[in-house]
T-cell receptor
Framework: DTGVSQNPRHKITKRGQNVTFRCDPI?????LYWYRQTLGQGPEFLTY????????KSRLLSDRFSAERPKGSFSTLEIQRTEQGDSAMYLC?????????????FGPGTRLTVL | AQTVTQSQPEMSVQEAETVTLSCTYD???????LFWYKQPPSRQMILVIR??????QNATENRFSVNFQKAAKSFSLKISDSQLGDTAMYFC?????????????FGKGTHLIIQP
């Protein structure tokens, strides 16, 4: 088990372009979370999945954002028509339902820069 | 909605000293979990220590311990015998296990610098 992985680690795009990020959770973890972290701030919750079902979406997740976890394993986060305000670190985390003390394990993040 | 406040944007101490990071939170829940996460420069976030609200005993993990004051809604982190590798952003986080909400609510973080 190599932990939570995210790809790409860095993404630079032009305003208006679409981008997609991938997260591979720890293999036995059935819950997967997406967070956004802007410079100088703590991570903010975006959405989470239990297996393939998306159970909660934050109001931060505008219509331009969509997340999927089609087979209950990896997840993708897509941002359409990117804006400069989307520039941030996008963090993925996973945990096992009923796991010890509800600990979430974080990936290294994808840093998005929108020019 | 829960809120988490970390009032110290940055702290700096000498190696081997003890340092305390403060965190307060606001919630109407009675059962919840509190966490301290560490985010080293350009590295991923890792859990430092956690506390269940119904446990009165303060959690301890080696050099790390917490002072959990439920009535005051305070959850401070004490780092003893600080080391250069403790230099990082530290985030206090809250989670309520009830209902459909399952994400962590984080504070803005404290940048801890350990000076040699």
């Amino acid at each position: 088990d190599t932990g939570v992985s995210q790809n790409p680690r860095h993404k630079i795009t032009k305003r208006g372009q679409n981008v997609t990020f991938r997260c591979d959770p720890i293999s036995e973890h059935n819950r997967l979370y997406w967070y956004r972290q802007t410079l100088g701030q703590g991570p903010e919750f975006l959405t989470y999945f239990q297996n393939e079902a998306q159970l909660e979406k934050s109001r931060l997740l505008s219509d331009r954002f969509s997340a999927e976890r089609p087979k209950g394993s990896f997840s993708t986060l897509e941002i359409q028509r990117t804006e400069q305000g989307d520039s941030a670190m996008y963090l993925c985390a996973s945990r096992s339902l009923g796991g010890h003390m509800n600990e979430q394990f974080f990936g290294p993040g994808t840093r998005l820069t929108v020019l | 909605a829960q809120t988490v406040t970390q009032s110290q944007p940055e702290m700096s101490v000498q190696e081997a000293e003890t340092v305390t990071l403060s965190c307060t939170y606001d919630t109407s829940e009675s059962n919840y979990y509190l966490f301290w996460y560490k985010q080293p420069p350009s590295r991923q976030m890792i859990l430092v220590i956690r506390q269940e609200a119904y446990k009165q005993q303060n959690a301890t993990e080696n050099r790390f311990s917490v002072n959990f004051q439920k009535a005051a809604k305070s959850f401070s982190l004490k780092i003893s015998d600080s080391q250069l590798g403790d230099t990082a952003m530290y985030f206090c986080a809250f989670m309520s296990p009830g209902g459909g909400a399952d994400g962590l609510t984080f504070g803005k973080g404290t940048h801890l610098i350990i000076q040699p």
